[in-house]
C-alpha cells in the first residue's frame, strides 16, 4: 500500500475529550514524521554489498571491485565486495537470489552463471527466472593459442593437422562448462576434428601445460591468454570475436580462419535479486554505465579484451536468452554433462 505524500491530522469533533484529540494529534504527527522521510529516501539508502562468487585475485573479482570502486564515488555510498566462493560460483549466486529485492545486494558474474545450468546436474535457481538482469558490464573473445612447438601457423593448418591424427590433437580448458570449454566444443563440431578436451583447475595450471607441451592448444580469455603470446611461449592463431581486436589488429578472426560464422564471447554481468524495484534496477544501470564510461575503467578493460557495454536491462535479458540457447545447443550437441 501507498504512503500517502502528505500527513494529515484528522481533528475530532470539539465534543471528544481533549486528551484523546491530543493523542489523535500526536500519533498523526508521529506518523508524518517517519512516513515522508521513508518514502521520499534515494536509492541507495545504505551500503550497497555486490557477491563475486569465486575467491579474490580473479578475473570476475577484478572487475567486480573495478566497478565497486566507481559505484562508490557516484553515488557517495559504502559499495563492498563480498567474495563468496564455491560449487562453480553457484554458492555465491544463489546466496543474492534469496537476499531482499531492494537493491542493495547484487551479484557480478561472468557467463558461466548462464552455462552452470546446462552443464550442472544439480543448480539451486534459475539463472533466468530468478535474477533481476542489471546491466551488461563488458564482453571479449578469447584467444585461440597452440604451442609454438606445433607445425601450424593458421587455423586451417591446425584442423589438418587434427584430421590426419584423429584423437591425438588435445585442447586444455580452465574447467568444464567454462566459456573456454564450450568455445573449444563449438570448434570440434563445427570444424569435425576429433579432438581430446583435457579439463583442468584453473587458467594457470592449463596454459602451464600448453606451454609445456603437454597439451597442444587452448581457447581462453585474452587475460589469461595474451601475457604468453606477448612473451613468446604461446602462439595465437586466431580470436574467437566477430571482428579483429584493436589491440591484435594483424590476428584474424575464427571466422576468417576457415569457420564462417564462428563466434563466442566471455563476458560480465550484475543481477540483483529477483522482483527488484524498476527504480534500484535503473539507477545502477545508469551508475554502472557512466562508471564504464570513465577513462581508466574502459581502458582497463580494453587492454584484457574486452569491450565496455552498460547495456540496459531489458537489452541484457534478451541477450541472457540468446547466451542460453546457444549454450543449450553446444551442451547437447556435445553431450557434456558435469557432475
Not at 552452470?116 to 538482469?133: E, Q, Y
Amino acid at each position: 500500500m501507498s504512503m500517502p505524500s502528505v500527513c494529515a491530522v484528522r481533528l475530532l469533533p470539539w465534543s471528544q475529550p481533549l486528551a484523546a484529540f491530543a493523542t489523535a494529534a500526536l500519533l498523526g504527527a508521529a506518523w508524518c514524521a517517519i512516513a515522508v522521510p521513508a518514502a521520499a529516501q534515494p536509492f541507495p539508502a545504505r551500503p550497497i554489498r555486490i557477491v563475486v562468487p569465486y575467491p579474490p585475485g580473479g578475473a570476475v573479482d577484478a572487475v567486480g571491485r573495478m566497478l565497486a570502486q566507481r559505484l562508490q564515488e557516484n553515488f557517495g555510498q559504502t559499495v563492498l565486495v563480498d567474495n563468496r566462493a564455491g560449487a562453480s560460483g553457484t554458492i555465491g549466486s544463489e546466496f543474492v537470489a534469496r537476499a531482499p529485492a531492494d537493491g542493495h545486494t547484487l551479484l557480478v558474474n561472468a557467463s558461466i552463471h548462464v552455462i552452470n545450468p546446462h552443464v550442472l546436474k544439480s543448480v539451486p535457481f534459475d539463472a533466468l527466472r530468478d535474477f533481476t538482469p542489471v546491466t551488461l558490464i563488458a564482453r571479449g573473445p578469447l584467444l585461440f593459442v597452440i604451442n609454438p612447438a606445433l607445425p601450424a601457423r593458421t587455423v586451417r593448418e591446425f584442423i589438418a593437422l587434427a584430421k590426419r591424427q584423429p584423437g591425438a590433437m588435445t585442447f586444455a580448458t580452465s574447467s568444464l562448462g567454462s566459456a573456454g570449454h564450450l568455445a573449444e566444443e563449438q570448434f570440434r563440431l563445427q570444424s569435425a576434428t576429433a579432438l581430446t578436451i583435457v579439463p583442468y583447475k584453473g587458467s594457470g595450471p592449463a596454459l602451464a601445460d600448453v606451454i609445456g607441451g603437454h597439451v597442444m592448444a587452448m581457447i581462453d580469455p585474452v587475460l589469461s591468454a595474451l601475457p604468453h603470446v606477448q612473451s613468446g611461449r604461446l602462439r595465437a592463431l586466431a580470436v574467437t570475436s566477430g571482428k579483429r581486436l584493436a589491440i591484435l589488429p594483424d590476428l584474424p578472426t575464427v571466422a576468417e580462419s576457415g569457420l564462417p560464422g564462428f563466434e563466442f564471447y566471455s563476458w560480465y554481468g550484475m543481477w540483483g535479486p529477483p522482483a527488484m524495484p524498476k527504480e534500484a534496477t535503473q539507477v545502477l544501470q545508469a551508475a554502472s554505465a557512466r562508471a564504464l564510461r570513465q577513462g581508466d575503467f574502459s581502458e582497463r578493460l580494453g587492454a584484457q579484451g574486452f569491450e565496455p557495454v552498460g547495456s540496459s536491462s531489458a537489452d541484457f535479458a534478451q541477450f541472457l536468452q540468446q547466451e542460453s540457447a546457444l549454450y543449450s545447443r553446444i551442451v547437447k550437441q556435445a553431450k557434456i554433462v558435469v557432475d
